[in-house]
């Protein structure tokens, strides 16, 4: 028997009239902000009261994905757990944001698909970031690390990156600063009647 969308908002301590929970899932190449941008977007949205999760690529391979490693296999199994965690988040009420490169977008379509009504649950954002830029901010010297092979499957380097082709939104954060970027994405949630 289905729950009803009443008693999964109650859940979460809101009703379903207030905002609808979603996976805001956040892509792009290593450096391009990913991260931060989450991180500052669930602080804003705390802002308006709403509670958020943040799943980030660097947490989940500490603790749910320590096992893995960086294969194309392996980053698949990777991001089937994300999306299977973040599904069970949406579920119960949680507006969910993700923090993943997921360079394939073979993968982004898989965690699409375990939502409903994917097209209202999951919104896809495209941060978009030259390579050069990313490569110049490199805060944990990953980038540096792959010229000189010391890491192998590194996307952007020795790994693809495939840009999304459709993604609800496209955030240029080359140009954009931090809070240009959030309220992009806040604006776009109060379009969509999210929050």
């Excluded at 804003?44 to 893995?68: A, E, M, P, S």
Aim: a positive charge.
């Amino acid at each position: 028997m289905p729950i009803d969308s009443e008693i999964k908002g109650y859940q979460a301590g809101i009703t379903s009239k207030e905002r609808r929970s979603a996976l805001i899932w956040i892509t792009g190449l290593p450096a391009s902000g990913k991260s931060t941008i989450a991180t500052e977007l669930a602080r804003r949205l705390f802002d308006f009261k709403i509670n958020t999760f943040v799943l980030d690529g660097d947490q989940v391979r500490h603790g749910l994905c320590k096992d893995l490693g960086f294969s194309i296999d392996d980053r698949r199994e990777n991001l089937r757990r994300v999306g299977e965690v973040a599904k069970i988040l949406v579920d119960s009420g949680l507006l969910t944001i993700a923090a993943f490169i997921s360079p394939y977008a073979r993968d982004r379509k898989a965690i699409r698909a375990l939502f409903e009504n994917n097209n209202a649950e999951f919104i896809e954002i495209y941060l978009k970031c030259e390579l050069a830029v990313c490569e110049a901010r490199d805060p944990k010297g990953l980038y540096k690390k792959a010229r000189k092979g010391e890491i192998h499957f590194f996307t952007g380097i020795s790994d693809p990156y495939e840009v999304p082709t459709s993604p609800e939104l496209i955030i240029g954060t080359n140009r954009l600063t931090i809070e240009e970027s959030v309220k992009k994405i806040t604006d776009y949630l109060k379009f969509r009647k999210i929050i």
